[in-house]
């Protein structure tokens, strides 16, 4: 009885070491572990206070990693918003409850059309707002004023390219403010578009193919016609053959 009670003791006294054991193994290791980590801690943010020190070298700006070259990158404001911002246009928009309008600081008619007229025409290109607006109905306000074709006709030369660059413009939206601009242009100065119309029915015989352009561009070619006279159906028909004329 006395062997077997001295046996119990002795296991349990065994048992007893060796948790105690496995306790103390386990807090080793926990410390272990512990210390591996801050050390890639510490090794880490050293890294991190090195790199900020470092200075940046020319090859940084090629890194991947700084730049994506397939995100969208800041770009430069065009020539229209950058007149604009610095208050170069002199009007601003209203805007309305129903619609917007124009308000210009001093009567339309008493602003020289250079370089404003080409200005606007530059901004029919925009595609946000309120460039859009403040360009479109600028350039429409403008050209209704008195006196508009003795001043206008000389500026085809330096207008018709700009009103170009609208009609191949890949924006359908910017495209029709070209097309509008052109029938405004072409009411007030008539036959003396005459001259330039080859430089923009190129473009315009381009999107005719399309079926949603064929209407508003065949109102434009009979615009030009009409105030034009027979000068602009011999260049109309010489670039669209297709053209019917409105005399027919």
């Known amino acids: ?12 006294r065994n048992r007893g070491a060796g948790n105690c054991d496995q306790r103390t193994s386990s807090s080793m290791q926990l ?20 790199a900020r020190k470092l200075p940046p070298r020319p090859s940084d700006k090629l890194n991947p990693k700084t730049i994506n070259p397939f995100g969208d990158q800041p770009r430069a404001p065009s020539a229209f918003a950058a007149v604009y911002s610095k208050g170069g246009i002199p009007c601003r928009l209203v805007h309305g409850s129903v619609k917007h309008r124009l308000q210009w600081e001093c009567p339309p008619e008493n602003l020289p059309f250079d370089p404003l ?7 029919l290109r925009e595609t946000k707002h309120p460039y859009t607006f403040v360009s479109k109905e600028g350039f429409k306000e403008l050209l209704l004023v008195r006196g508009a074709p003795e001043k206008a006709v000389p500026l085809l030369p330096r207008l018709i390219p ?7 413009h890949p924006d359908d939206e910017v495209f029709e403010r070209g097309l509008n601009a ?22 315009l015989a381009k999107r005719l193919i399309y079926k949603k352009f064929k209407e508003p561009i065949t109102t434009a070619l009979q615009k030009l016609e ?23």
């Not at 009885?1 to 349990?12: A, D, K, T």
């Open 1 to 12: 009885m006395q062997q077997s009670e001295c046996h119990g003791s002795v296991h349990l």
């Open 31 to 50: 410390k272990h572990r512990t210390a591996i980590q801050r050390s890639k801690s510490s090794l880490s943010t050293s890294s991190l206070e090195c």
């Open 117 to 123: 007229l080409i200005t606007l025409a530059e901004g």
């Open 162 to 168: 700009v009103l170009k660059a609208a009609l191949v």
């Open 182 to 203: 052109v029938m405004q242009l072409s009411v007030v100065v008539g036959p003396s578009l005459n001259d330039h119309l080859k430089h923009l029915l190129t473009s």
């Open 226 to 248: 009409q105030h034009g006279g027979s000068g602009s159906l011999i260049v109309i028909k010489s670039k669209i053959p297709t053209y019917c004329s409105i005399c027919c």
